[in-house]
């Protein structure tokens, strides 16, 4: 994307004219076929990591054991582990707005 805003930004110096290339350009790769198909991935995705993230506390609490020697249960180990290893999947390959999806 970057390439194309300094490749538009080199062809015209008409900040009007290199204003509407950049926006009829953004226009036809987010209406393509190509950021449909992407969309739909990451959608289910989405749909996979929030169930292997919902199965794997679901083990957490499961395996769940007090111990009498510690004051806290290992369940709140477990799962920070697994809610932070989610959070390093999502994150380098997301916008930041499908976090809060």
Do not use: W
Request: net charge negative; glycine share 2%.
């Amino acid at each position: 994307m970057f390439v194309l805003q300094n490749d538009i930004e080199i062809s015209t110096t008409d900040e009007a004219q290199r204003t509407e290339l950049f926006n009829e350009f953004e226009m036809t790769i987010n209406n393509s076929e190509l950021a449909h198909g992407m969309q739909e991935l990451l959608g289910a995705y989405l749909a996979l990591e929030r169930y292997f993230l919902e199965e794997s506390v679901n083990k957490a609490l499961g395996m769940d054991a007090l111990d009498p020697d510690q004051q806290t249960s290992s369940m709140v180990d477990d799962v920070f582990f697994i809610v932070q290893k989610c959070i390093r999947y999502i994150l380098p390959d997301l916008c930041i707005q499908y976090v809060y999806y």
